[in-house]
């Protein structure tokens, strides 16, 4: 059974940053690419960041290009998203999730590809 355990959420104001973590446990995490997605209240679940099971490409929601950054170590089978110039409109759950395809060979946004979920950490951006 595959769990993802998210981290690093909290309360911040408007410009600044937070890292968030998503450790991985039972099967082989760098065979998988990862996903973060985000959900505020009302809204459909939102594609943030992916990055690919080697580390080698990364893919962005158009919201959050250039100020958010993905990346993994798969040595220690955790994923982040570092995230910088928060803005009020990022405060959401934000979630990361594992592509239920190994070593699939481009990323994907999509939320049906993905089949384990976290169980999503609170992000408050204050104005």
């Known amino acids: 059974q595959v769990q993802l355990v998210e981290s690093g959420g909290g309360l911040v104001q408007a410009g600044g940053s937070l890292r968030l973590s998503c450790a991985a446990s039972g099967r082989t995490f760098s065979s998988y690419s990862m996903g973060w997605f985000r959900q505020a209240p009302g809204k459909e679940r939102e594609f943030v960041a992916a990055v690919r099971w080697s580390g080698g490409s990364t893919s962005y929601g158009d919201s959050v290009k250039g100020r958010f950054t993905i990346s993994r170590d798969n040595a220690k089978n955790t994923v982040y998203l570092q995230m910088n110039n928060l803005k009020p409109e990022d405060t959401a759950v934000y979630y990361c999730?594992?592509?239920?395809?190994?070593?699939?060979?481009?990323?994907?946004?999509?939320?049906?590809?993905?089949?384990?979920w976290g169980q999503g950490t609170q992000v408050t951006v204050s104005s």
């Open positions: 999730a594992a592509d239920r395809l190994a070593h699939r060979f481009l990323l994907t946004d999509r939320t049906q590809e993905y089949d384990y």
